[in-house]
Structures are given as C-alpha cells and as structure tokens.
C-alpha cells in the first residue's frame, strides 16, 4: 500500500507536484479568506434581521412611541402588560385557531392533488400548472377575489351553493372565509413540494413490491406514505410557520378592519396597530418578541422532533 | 409507416382508470380555476352589471371598460413598474449574496464559522411578519421610509435561499475544485467558472422562488411606503383602489394584471422550477 503511493509519487513529474504544493498553498489562501464570501450577506442579515430583533428587544423595555425620541425604560411593564391584555390572547386566538385549520387541510390537500397529478399520465405539464396557478397572485388579490366570491347580495358561492350565508359579516364564519380563501391560495406551493417527493421515490421499490405480490394500497401505505414523511413534516413545519403569521389575504378580506366583533384580527394586525396606529411602539415590541419566542418554539421544536427520528432510525 | 402509428395509439390507448382519473383532475382543475374565470368575467363587465342581483358568470354586454379605466385613471403603470423594479432588483441582489455566503458555508473555513451558521438558520424564524415594527423604526431611522431601498434591501437577506444553495454546493463533489485548483486557478475563479455554472438549476429556483415572493409581498411595501407613486401592484391595488368604494370590475382587472407577469414567468420556466424543487428538496426535508 505504502509503496504504491511512494511510486506515484515517485513517478509522477516534478512540475506536476510543485503544481499541486502550490495549488495546496492557495487552497489554504483561499480558505483563509472565505469569510469575504460570505460577507455581503451577513452585512445585509446585520443591518436588516439581527439589529432591528436587538432593537426590537431594547425597544420592548421601553415606552417608546413612533418618532423614537424620549423614551423611557420600564422594565418588565410592557411585559407584564401584555400578558394581561385580552386582546393580544384574542389575537392569538385567532391566528392559532386560523393555524389549526389550515395546516391539517393543506397537507391532507396537496396530497391529494399531487397522488392525482402523478398518477395521470397525460398532460402533467397542464396539471402542474392548474393547480399551482393560483398561488401565483398576489395574496391580497386572492384576499380580493374572494372577498368578492363571498360578497352578500352577489356573492358568486353562495349563488353557485344556493346558500344564503354571511360570510364576511357574521363572526362565526368570517375566519372560515378566510381559511378557505387562503387553502384555495396556498395549496399549490406545498401540492408542488409533495409532487417532487413522489417522483423522487425510486420506481423498483414499486416493481419490487409488484413482484411480491403488492396490491396499489399496500404499496400505498408500505412504500409511498413512508417516503413521503420528511416532506410531510416539511410542509406541515414550513405552513404552521406561515399560518401563524397571517395578515394580508385577512385584512383585504375584511376590508382593512378586524372583522365581524374583531373575529379576524391576527396577531401580525394587533401588533401594527399597537405600533402605527396606537404609536406604541415599544409595547407593539414587546409583543412582537412574544410571538417570535412562540415562531422560534414552532421551529425549534421541528428541529427536535427531526433529531429525535434520526436518532430512533438508527 | 403503418405498425408505428399502431403502436403509437396502442401505447395512448385510455384505460379505465386513467379516464377516472383525467375527469377527476379535470374537475379539480375546474374547481381551483373558477375563481379566476369570475375575476376575469367580472372584468369584462360594466361596473352597473358586475354588481347586478342576481349575479350571472358571462357578461351579457362585454366591454374592456374596467380595463381602460385602470389604465386611465390612478397610477397602475407606476405600480407595475414599481413592482419590476423592486423584484428584479431583490432577485439579482439574492441570487448574487446567497449564492456566495452558501459557498462560503459550504466550502471554505474561516474563524466563527460554525457560529455564524447558526445565527444565520436563526434568522430562518424572523421575518417582517414577525418584528415588523422594530424593522420600521431601524428603516426610518436609515432615513429609508418611502424609497425604493427601503422596500428593496430589507427583502435582500433570506436565511431560508442561503441554506438552500449551502446545501446544494455541500453536495458538488470536491474533485471538480482540487482539478481547478491544480490548474492554478483562485478561489474566485473556481467559484465563478465551475460552482455557479453547475449550480444553475438550483440558482434558477431560488431565483424564480424569491421573484414570487418579492412580487407578491405586500406586508412589507405597505408598512414602508405611504406615497402612491412609489406602491407596489399589490400594495396599490389593495390599498389605492380599495379606499373609494371598491369598483369591482376594475378591481378585479387590476388583481388579474398584477397576477399575470407570474403566470406568465411559471408557464415559461415550469420545468427549471419544478426540477429545482427536486433538486434542492426546497430547504433540505
């Protein structure tokens, strides 16, 4: 072993090695000088994610309006304030109650439309598209769009259902109008992720089932189901992130107010209107860094779960 | 001449399940495209018959009125260039920083590396959504309120597209850069002739992916812009032409414009964007 490797180098001609020393040498170089790569980046991460979450925290122990200048700081009053403010849990509320609804929906959904967009073997081009158009709006055109669907008087569902329903005035189905105006919108963005999984799982997992004697549902639930689970727990980690933070298609909906008895106010809106309407700025802080704990909990709580299943697999 | 055609029907020859499900995609299709047929009907009618009860699907009097008028009246030639301005600029701005800090994670060394990692996938958790406010008053305080870098360059900073191509470079076999290397070139060089040409699938959908999103924002541009010349489409649309009496069909028309540059990007790049999502396995599953 040793030998052989003596002999390459051995026979190998002189320019060639001094070649690669030098080649060593400036790979060393260039690693030591790799942090200019990433330069650029973190410049605009400082400026744009890290300083204004420090300030952020800074601002949340203060009473500080919107021009910024004279504020005090209070310690913990924003703080506690906030977890005695009704209305901030009422915003909570509504954001997670919008979360549960749509997350489970979204996955059964995109699942399903990718199982159909697969399996159809004309046309996958037409397909993909169809059911991925509809993200492609801007999501206060979908919040438009249906808050035109669901107008009262005209509305075009409940021309189309013979319904007579109160969709946007009515608090108990103002969320649920929203909820179906956002799977409508979103459902294509996690329809194309869970596509690219499945024609991503190898076909002789099929061919070798068929062989065994798989029928289509064992090979449902034996093969695809347990290829899917990653991207399942993807789409569903990525939509409880989004889901969270709803604000746009809401408001347009509702036509930039709360809603019916501010049934539709998110948390995103009460935290703007803490900020930009009520000018409290360091107590709309202090909320905000409530909900990026709760953001950061999601997350790292997926991160745990991924580790978990690793280790378990092993 | 006549077994190909034979075996060309033969191999397009419709089964029974494949029927079943062509119709149930059709009828799916039909279900998600209805709303945008309505919006474009609705934009075809008059603003007297758009709001007529009892509503009907297809216009009994077809005119492009809605669609003039948006033209003629408000500034949605601005919005739209507004628009094109801010997402090409946010998309070339990402494409150029992410591509080089996921190299840089990916394959060199440098001291706080592993440090500096992290508190990037950190920032995978922050977004407008979440510290807008904080993110308004440092805007304000760079005196950047209502110009189009304070819409742009606090857009230009996705942990999420960084982490993306970190993991798509970790996966480009190191020979290809140790052959460079032997040949004298620099880090740079390596970078820019070798990496970034093979990395093109995954450049394209990070690319398309941010080009939607910054097109599409609307949370940010509203809390950042006040003056009607320098919105958005979505910010123009939803705020300007909601806040007198909404005009429906001109609403409607406005709505499908600002969605129709997207339509037409996917219908271009369909493949590039569903093979980068293959590809990348969109933020690594």
């Known amino acids: ?13 002189a320019r ?28 605009l991460f400082a400026l744009f994610v890290i300083w204004p979450l420090l300030r952020g925290v800074w601002l949340s122990f203060t009473d500080a309006n919107i021009s910024g200048d004279g504020a005090r700081f209070v310690g913990l009053a924003n703080y506690r304030e906030a977890l005695d403010d009704p209305l901030m849990w009422d915003a909570l509320g509504h954001s997670a109650f919008f979360t549960l609804l749509v997350v489970p929906c979204i996955a059964v959904l995109a699942f399903l439309l990718a199982m159909l967009a697969h399996h159809i073997e004309r046309g996958t081009w037409l397909w993909r598209l169809c059911f991925f158009l509809p993200f492609l709006l801007p999501s206060t055109v979908a919040g438009n769009l249906w808050q035109w669907l669901f107008n009262p008087g005209n509305g075009m569902v409940n021309h189309v259902f013979g319904l007579d329903t109160p ?7 103002a969320m649920l109008a929203v909820v179906i105006c956002t799977l409508w919108w979103t459902v294509g963005f996690s329809f194309l992720l869970y596509l690219a999984a499945l024609q991503g799982i190898p076909a002789h997992l099929y061919e070798a089932a068929r062989l065994d004697g798989a029928n289509a549902w064992h090979r449902m639930v034996h093969i695809t189901l347990p290829m899917l689970r990653n991207i399942t727990g993807l789409v569903i980690a990525l939509q409880i992130l989004a889901s969270l933070q709803v604000f746009d298609q809401a408001v347009v909906m509702m036509d930039f107010t709360t809603g019916p008895e501010d049934s539709t106010r998110t948390f995103v809106q009460y935290t703007l209107e803490q900020g930009f309407t009520s000018y409290r700025v360091g107590y709309a802080s202090a909320i905000s860094i409530i909900f990026f704990v709760l953001i950061a909990a999601v997350a790292l709580g ?10 378990g697999g092993r | 001449m006549t077994t190909t055609t034979v075996t060309g029907t033969r191999r397009r020859s419709w089964s029974a399940g494949q029927i079943v499900l062509t119709a149930l995609g059709a009828a799916v299709s039909a279900v998600l495209l209805a709303p945008l047929l309505w919006a474009l009907f609705t934009s075809l009618k008059s603003e007297t018959e758009s709001v007529e009860v009892p509503t009907h699907w297809l216009p009994e009097k077809w005119t492009g009125q809605a669609w003039s008028g948006i033209f003629e009246t408000g500034n949605i030639i601005d919005w739209f260039v507004n628009s094109l301005v801010v997402s090409v600029c946010v998309t070339a701005v990402v494409l150029l920083v992410s591509s080089l800090a996921g190299y840089g994670f990916a394959r060199t060394e440098f001291r706080g590396k592993g440090l500096l990692m992290g508190i990037v996938m950190a920032g995978l958790m922050i977004s407008p959504a979440v510290l807008g406010v904080p993110l308004f008053t440092t805007v304000q305080q760079m005196g950047m309120v209502d110009t189009y870098w304070g819409m742009i360059l606090p857009q230009c ?16 076999p190191r020979e290809l850069e140790e052959a460079a290397f032997i040949d004298g070139a620099g880090r740079w060089r390596v970078f820019f002739t070798i990496i970034l040409p093979l990395s093109r699938p995954s450049l394209a959908a990070v690319g398309i992916f941010t080009f939607i999103s910054s097109w599409n924002n609307f949370l940010w541009p509203y809390m950042v812009t006040n003056n009607p010349d320098l919105m958005t489409m979505p910010n123009g649309i939803a705020t300007v032409m909601n806040s007198y009496g909404i005009q429906w069909s001109q609403l409607m028309a406005g709505g499908l414009l600002a969605g129709l540059p997207l339509i037409v990007v996917f219908v271009f790049f369909q493949r590039q964007i569903v093979a980068g999502v293959a590809h990348t396995g969109l933020a690594g599953q």
């Open chain 1, 1 to 13: 072993m040793t030998t052989t490797s003596a002999e390459t180098v051995v026979r190998r001609p």
């Open chain 1, 16 to 43: 060639a090695r001094a070649a690669a020393a030098g080649a060593a040498v400036r790979r060393k170089q260039g690693l030591q000088h790799g942090g200019w790569f990433v330069a650029p980046f973190l410049l």
């Open chain 1, 167 to 173: 969709w946007l005035t009515d608090k108990s189905y």
């Open chain 1, 302 to 311: 997926r991160m745990w779960l991924l580790r978990n299943r690793e280790e």
């Open chain 2, 157 to 172: 900073a996705p942990a999420a597209m960084v982490y993306i191509l970190y993991k798509f470079f970790q996966g480009v």
